[in-house]
């Protein structure tokens, strides 16, 4: 079995190749990057497209008991993502540097990169 950092994105990876997903497969791999507002989440998406990346916004109401000054604003509260989908090998390192090149892309305008996930098929995403 492949041996990865002890961090998030080796969690996910040994929980990919623990449910027999060939690990030297390209999978598609959903990138997430935080922003602040839409017109961050806007721009952010811009400069991913202008890297050569598939972006796109998209926006959560968030819970619909979600208390202003009460509930965190970062768990249960509106937000804006970006998403970027890529066709990979799921390789640590590559996946680092992809979150790397994506913080880069989105700290000019308040956002950064907030993990990533994969679509199994009939299953949640992990």
């Known amino acids: ?30 990138f997430h990057v935080a922003a602040p507002d839409d017109t961050s989440a806007r721009n952010i998406a811009n400069a ?19 208390e202003p000054g009460f509930d965190d604003p970062n ?15 799921p390789a640590y390192t ?3 540097r992809i979150q790397y090149n994506f913080d880069l892309l989105a700290r000019p305008f308040g956002g950064k990169s907030d993990g990533w996930g994969v679509l199994l098929e009939g299953d949640n995403q992990s």
Do not use: K, N
Request: hydrophobic content about 40%.
């Open 1 to 30: 079995m492949t041996r990865y950092p002890d961090d998030a994105d080796r969690a996910v990876l040994a929980d990919l190749a623990a449910r027999g997903v060939d690990m030297s497969e390209s999978l598609l791999i959903e």
């Open 94 to 96: 590559e996946i680092i």
């Open 75 to 89: 768990e249960f509260g509106p937000s804006w993502t970006v998403y970027a989908d890529i066709r990979m090998i």
């Open 48 to 66: 991913m497209l202008q890297a050569g990346y598939d972006a796109h916004v998209e926006y959560d109401e968030g819970e619909p008991d979600y």
